[in-house]
Nanobody, 123 residues
Framework: DVQLVESGGGSVQAGGSLRLSCAASGYTDSSYCIGWFRQAPGKELEGVAA???????NYADSVKGRFTISQDNAKNTLYLQMNSLKPEDTAMYYC??????????????????WGQGTQVTVS
């Protein structure tokens, strides 16, 4: 089974930066999509950024130019560098993966493996 463990969340002032990490284990698929999603209180789960096994990336309009998704295949770790953070970025952030040869998708319904999340609070 694929296991995803997020870390790196915390509290930061507006304009600050955080880097989230997602450690992945149990992968058997050579083709995949993996991404970051977030859910703020009272709001729906939304895709933030995703990357596929070919290195292609996809970003939500609200984070383009501020967030960068990357992966270190040697460490089986996904990252999300978040700069110029805004209060509206406050949410629980989740890492999720999907065995697919297409994408990378931002729709949460395309993903079937999820981590437990890490909280990001921007004040």
């Amino acid at each position: 089974d694929v296991q995803l463990v997020e870390s790196g969340g915390g509290s930061v002032q507006a304009g600050g930066s955080l880097r989230l990490s997602c450690a992945a284990s149990g992968y058997t698929d050579s083709s995949y999509c993996i991404g970051w999603f977030r859910q703020a209180p009272g709001k729906e789960l939304e895709g933030v950024a995703a990357i596929n096994s070919a290195g292609r990336t996809n970003y939500a309009d609200s984070v383009k130019g501020r967030f960068t998704i990357s992966q270190d295949n040697a460490k089986n770790t996904l990252y999300l560098q978040m700069n110029s953070l805004k209060p509206e970025d406050t949410a629980m952030y989740y890492c999720a993966s999907s065995p697919t040869t297409t994408g990378p998708f931002l729709s949460p319904s395309a993903y079937n493996n999820w981590g437990q999340g890490t909280q990001v609070t921007v004040s």
